[in-house]
């Protein structure tokens, strides 16, 4: 069972701005741990958006941004795009795991 | 370039047995962690198993624990998640994955992802 919630779903129109939280707690987000983001297209595997809570690989567009504060971390897509029609995972480490990752619940992205 | 490919996912009856495979290239594949991700129908991303790049430390989330175990060949660039007393609940599209550095960094590289479908 995952231990960062997200919310289910979040819809915008092409060109608008949406946000995608990630709430943890002192395990994990909050402990101080790095929070990643990762973009989950059908039939691909996973790919990484966001790593260390703002830094963007190289490959992946400016419009993808993110943020931390407390126990909770923001992923955010300006510009939204058709092909950003997909689901979203934050992950974090969390220490009451015996050092395993964890991913958030996943929200999955509709462009209107 | 990096490259996890993965195979030995398929149809398996309740109860039985299997082992998935990733094979690695393009790294130093004994100096990195690596992982076991799955994705049920419907459902997210679950973190099932780690293994230190030497093979001596090892993680498994409890859903599987005491059915699952993971293991690595250094000198086949190849690692392995044996499954047995498989369940319903255990079908999903299995991935190896790469951790960028330690236990738990993100997932820096994936496998293609291998179907498992636990029926009788």
């Known amino acids: 069972q995952s231990v960062l919630t997200q919310p289910p779903s979040v819809s915008g129109a092409p060109g608008q701005r949406v946000t995608i939280s990630c709430t943890g707690s002192?395990?994990?987000?909050?402990?101080?741990?790095?929070v990643h983001w990762y973009q989950h297209l059908p039939g691909t595997a996973p790919k990484v958006l966001i790593y260390a809570n703002t830094n963007r690989p190289s490959g992946v567009p400016d419009r993808f941004s993110g943020s931390k504060s407390g126990t909770s971390a923001s992923l955010a897509i300006t510009g939204l795009q058709a092909e950003d029609e997909a689901d979203y995972y934050c992950q974090s480490y969390d220490s009451s795991l015996s050092g395993s990752g964890v991913f958030g619940t996943g929200t999955k992205v509709t462009v209107l | 370039q990096v490259q996890l490919v993965q195979s030995g996912g398929g149809l398996v009856k309740p109860g039985g047995s299997l082992r998935l495979s990733c094979t690695a290239s393009?790294?130093?594949?004994?100096?990195?962690?690596m992982n076991w991700i799955r994705q049920a129908p419907g459902k997210g991303l679950e973190w099932l198993s780690y293994i230190s790049g030497s093979g001596r430390i090892i993680y498994h989330a409890d859903s599987v624990k005491g059915r699952f175990t993971i293991s690595r060949d250094n000198a086949k660039n190849s690692l392995y998640l044996q499954m047995n007393s498989l369940r319903a609940e255990d079908s999903a599209v299995y991935y190896c994955?790469?951790?960028?550095?330690?236990?738990?960094?993100?997932?820096?590289?994936w496998g293609q992802g291998t179907q498992v479908t636990v029926s009788s």
């Open positions: 002192s395990s994990n987000i909050g402990g101080g741990y790095d």
């Open positions: 994955a790469r951790s960028y550095y330690g236990s738990g960094s993100y997932l820096i590289y």
């Open positions: 393009g790294f130093t594949f004994s100096d990195y962690f």
